[in-house]
């Protein structure tokens, strides 16, 4: 069993910056694809970004030039950096973990693990 944890989410201005932080627990966390998701009031949960056990990475169009998704297997952690925010990208944040890892998988279902959630807000 993987433990996902999130943290870094907050309340930022239109225009700010901020960096997500997912530390996993195991030795297998270099094995995984890993993604991050946002949940809207009222909406669908969205893949925003991921990258796979390679390096191969992928980007909502809603997100592409402003945010990175990038991971340091020796901490098994992923970041989201997200840049020039919009009051549009106010979401609850999820990172997912997939143990196939090989590619980049779309779907919230094709994530084996999850983690419990953090709350992005921009103001405008």
């Known amino acids: 069993q993987v433990q996902l944890v999130e943290s870094g989410g907050g309340l930022v201005q239109a225009g700010g910056s901020l960096r997500l932080s997912c530390a996993a627990s195991?030795?297998?966390?270099?094995?995984?694809?890993m993604g991050w998701f946002r949940q809207a009031p009222g909406k669908e949960r969205d893949l925003v970004a991921a990258?796979?056990?390679?390096?191969?990475?992928y980007y909502s169009d809603s997100v592409k030039g402003r945010f990175t998704i990038s991971r340091d297997n020796a901490k098994n952690t992923v970041y989201l950096q997200m840049n020039v925010l919009k009051p549009e990208d106010t979401a609850v944040y999820y990172c997912?973990?997939?143990?196939?890892?090989?590619?980049?998988?779309?779907?919230?279902?094709?994530?084996?693990?999850w983690g419990q959630g953090t709350q992005v807000t921009v103001s405008s």
């Open positions: 997912a973990a997939d143990r196939r890892g090989m590619v980049i998988t779309a779907a919230s279902s094709g994530y084996d693990y």
């Open positions: 195991g030795r297998t966390f270099s094995t995984y694809g």
């Open positions: 990258i796979t056990r390679s390096g191969r990475i």
